[in-house]
């Protein structure tokens, strides 16, 4: 941490003592500029902030009714010099932080793939990302490796360095998949699909949770983030083909039942098109009912909203 | 209605005996204080036999003072329910540590902080903001009355009826558990199948309605109804705030009405606006909801920094530094607060760009807010400061206020807002705004305009414990969970698994304690200055050296306002006219001109209360027969012509002479 990070930091220090202080304390190097950019700007406000909060009180103070040799004037009401000060420090204050703000909009966008594993560390040409396909049940996460072929619920775990990339989707209500060690939050939703690119620096285990609410066991929808070495990383996708079970379409509907504290599930191999299938809500349903064709339909001849059950040959 | 709904009552819908919540201890023993409470006032009535005088005075009257003080009184009984929602919450989340459940569980706690936030936003602020301007904005522009007296009538019962009806669903059925806002798919039929959903959408329908025409209302009356000489640029800054929020909610609020309509017609009837399945997007609800919800947060914070430019110049007994630049201020702020929706669901997914421009409009805001801080502090400077309660809320306020600028632009900014959202850090800047910003200001306004409604002014020593009990409970209630948000703590979270977090809920509590400190402190308040009353008298009708033309009347304010309409010669009119020596006319007195009081508010507010009602429930027959009777009882009020009367002349110089009386005693 830079030092003058630390001094933005002190008043915090004082009550963060004692806590676990995850969003200022991170694992993965999206996290930690997403917190570089916090302090940065809490700095920059501080500018404005701290003599304001001074002159109140010493204004409080000094002008106070009694105290009768301080100057009265109830007249003066304007003066251009202090009217530019008024106006010019808030402009210039959110002119230099708008850059900084379309700027990391970007290179943090959830979207932009990874392209540094820390400061001055690019990521090394040729390297693949690891691909999580995420679906948000009622109240569980599945996380799909396509790659791998292995399926887990309430559980995740990367290698330490290497670019990830959550696909998301949901099956019912919407969330958000949160891991606050190794980056921000993107929303998983239903029908939709959604990325988040991130990358975890240091071998530990991590919360991860829902950071939308969802309903009834929303509360209870949290898990392990495992960040594993690659050789770990290795091992345990291995354990997890060993822990055998299939996840198909049926058993992705009986996840789909809802249900509060679900235990961690692993699954050994995974139907290929059950993610797909799920962003387009129609696991274990006929094809003509999944929405691409709904939608495809109401692009031809606008009459699948009205009549779904048209066969997929119409 | 939902085609698999089963054993539909023909009589009564759904609507059975299981809907009353037996089973519930705490609902029960809410419900017979409630009812007890009840009890109580119809008994206090009828000793006094103050029937017929409650319906003539008040709940007929069109009298805009009136009609603003029965939003206060509303505002603050709905705060007290409110504010149990926020210390069931409190206790709920100061326990659930270490695997243990707390004692809510969590279809009872959604519950909870939904209610929170509807009735907080929507029967607590907006009734505040709604009443002071309504007491308020004709007595500053020199008017006597608003500009359409009747619709200021139904609009209040329409409010109440609205409050009425979600209060309801706390004995009768239940809470919608999709928080405020009531974002599908989770607020839609599939998930949320019970009556819980459709309660608050009917009640935000009709709470909405009612601002839609209480903001046509004062537009109007702020357009139309100024004193001669009143140009837009010699209105008062609360006035103008007044301006800018009901041109806001004349704008936005149609939003929520349409964002509910399409909501209610996929619940009712089984179309698929926001479903999920048959081309249904939940997103085009969320984008609806969130046009009207950041103007909304502006038309709850406007009027507060109206307030403060009042008290500032007021207590500083200085004119207002910068008046033109708080004018550019106000309006700036009114006009961005429509380009920065977006800011709330930064998460959704959209494009960098798109963030970032909604982002940087976001922080954009900063500037005449900033703008408007510098200008407060520069009336303070070479002003001569009383510390009466309303500038000491004022000055509280500014160091709350400061705090919540600054989390506020934290949260503008999209990369930020990646690791802030839906975290507690959200949830405490915005409470850091709605009361040390909004709630302040309210109870400061009931403070200093307290003499002129009732003729006596409150009793300082309750009111300064309230101030500092709001202040250090805030402090103490927030710093926490701003931590907790730095921490990583998501909002709406019913119970934890990190035990490291238990001592910053349980301070948060505490805070929470010596809040409710405060607001008992107001209430005594309230009551010794009522025992006290003729001691506090308000003799002069300008108590506090005042700068505006309500200051120039008596207290409390006769019928009229205005025995005569003054003319305005230059911003703080009251203050110009102390300065050039303003005599009061003590004759010459004329009959004045006023509208009449009308029961159609209230009937019309019932029959829609029982029409909403009976919908939730689907009884469709009552339904039927409630709707066809308020459609006659509205077209019947069209055919009265016989609207208004005149305050006879003897009436008018009786009431004038009293108060050259009363001013002559006074030396």
Known sequence: MKLHHFYALLPLAAILAGCNAVELNPSGDVAVQERDLILYATELMLIVILPVAFLTTLFAWHYRHDNKSARYEPEWHHSTPLEVVVWGIPIIIIAVMSVTTWKTAHTLDPYAPITRLGPDQPVPPGTKPLVIQVVALDWKWLFIYPEQGIATVNEVAAPINQPIEFRLTADRTQNSLNIPAIAGQVYAMPTMETELHAVVNKVGEYRGKSSRFSGTGFSEMHFWFHGLSTEDFGKWVAQVKTAGGTLDTATYQQLQVQSVSEPVHRYGSVDPQLYKLAVDQCVGKPGNLCLSTIRANDFKKGNGLCRPNVSASN | ?667
């Open chain 2, 1 to 667: 209605m939902s085609p698999d709904t089963p054993h539909l009552d023909p009589i009564f819908g759904r609507l059975t005996l299981d809907a009353i919540p037996f089973q519930e201890p705490i609902l029960l023993g809410t419900f017979a204080v409630v009812v007890l409470l009840g009890i109580v006032v119809v008994g206090v009535v009828a000793y006094f036999n103050a029937w017929g005088y409650l319906w003539r005075e008040w709940i007929t009257s069109v009298d805009h003072k009136k009609i603003g003080i029965m939003y206060i009184i509303l505002a603050i009984v709905m705060l007290v329910r409110g504010l149990a929602d926020a210390v069931m919450m409190r206790l709920q989340q100061a326990m659930a540590f270490n695997g243990a459940d707390g004692y809510l569980p969590a279809h009872h706690y959604d519950q909870i902080f939904t209610a929170h936030g509807t009735i907080m936003i929507f029967f607590v602020a907006t009734p505040l903001i709604v009443g002071v301007m309504n007491f308020v904005v004709p007595l500053q522009i020199g008017a006597r009355d608003v500009a359409f007296p009747f619709l200021n009538n139904i609009g209040f019962w329409l409010t109440t009826m609205a409050a009425m009806l979600v209060n309801l669903s706390l004995f009768v059925g239940e809470f919608s558990q999709a928080g405020w806002v009531g974002e599908p798919p989770l607020s839609g039929l599939a998930d949320l199948p019970g009556v819980g959903v459709d309660y608050y959408l009917w009640a935000l329908q009709i709470s909405g309605v009612a601002t839609i025409i209480g903001g046509i209302n004062l537009l109007a009356t702020i357009m139309r109804m100024r004193a001669p000489g009143m140009t837009f640029m010699r209105m008062s800054i609360f006035t103008w705030s007044s301006l800018c929020v009901n041109a806001l909610i004349v704008l936005s609020f149609p939003f929520l009405t349409i964002a509910v309509s399409l909501l209610t017609l996929d619940r009712l009837i089984g179309t698929h606006f926001f479903t999920l399945d048959a081309g249904g997007n939940p997103m085009a609800y969320v984008n609806l909801v969130w046009v009207w919800g950041h103007p909304e947060v502006y038309i709850l914070v406007l009027p507060a920094l109206g307030l403060y430019s009042e008290f500032v110049a007021t207590f500083c007994s200085k004119r207002l530094f910068g008046y033109n630049s708080m004018v550019v201020a106000l309006v700036s702020i009114c006009v961005i607060g429509f380009i920065v929706w977006v800011h709330h669901f930064f998460t959704m997914g959209s494009g960098a760009s798109v963030n970032a421009f909604f982002g940087i409009a976001t922080a954009c805001v900063a500037i005449p807010t900033g703008v408007k801080v510098y200008n407060w502090l520069f009336t303070m400077y070479r002003g001569r400061i009383r510390f009466e309660v309303p500038m000491m809320w004022t000055i509280s306020f500014m160091f709350v206020f400061l705090l919540g600028g600054l989390t506020g632009v934290l949260n503008s900014i999209p990369a930020a807002d990646y690791v802030l959202h839906n975290g507690m850090m959200v949830v405490a800047h915005f409470h850091n705004v709605a009361i040390g910003a909004i709630t302040f200001a309210m109870l400061a306004a009931i403070d200093y305009w307290f003499p002129k409604a009732f003729g006596f002014r409150l009793e300082p020593f309750w009111g300064k414990v309230a101030v500092w009990s709001w202040t250090i409970g805030f402090f103490v209630a927030w710093m926490p969970i701003y931590v907790a948000g730095f921490v990583g703590v998501t909002r709406r979270t019913r119970v934890f698994d990190d035990p490291s977090l238990q001592p910053l809920y349980i301070i948060a509590a505490i805070g929470t304690a010596i809040i409710l400190v405060g607001v008992v402190a107001f209430l005594i308040q309230i009551y010794v200055s009522i025992v006290n009353r003729k001691a506090l008298r308000d003799v002069t009708g300008d108590p506090w050296g005042g700068r505006t033309l309500e200051w120039s009347i008596a207290s409390p304010a006769p019928d009229y306002n205005f025995a005569f309409t003054p003319v305005v010669h230059d911003v703080d009119a009251w203050a110009d006219m102390k300065a050039r020596g303003y005599k009061r006319p003590t004759e010459g007195f004329k009959a004045i001109h006023m509208p009449k009081n009308t029961a159609t508010g209230i009937i019309a507010s019932i029959l829609v209360f029982i029409f909403a009602f009976a919908v939730i429930w689907y009884m469709w027959w009552v339904a039927a027969i409630s709707f066809l009777l308020l459609l006659g009882v509205l077209i019947g009020h069209t055919f009265i012509y016989d609207r208004s009367f005149h305050i006879p002349e003897d009436v008018v110089t009786r009431t004038e002479n009293e108060r050259t009386r009363l001013l002559a005693q006074q030396g």
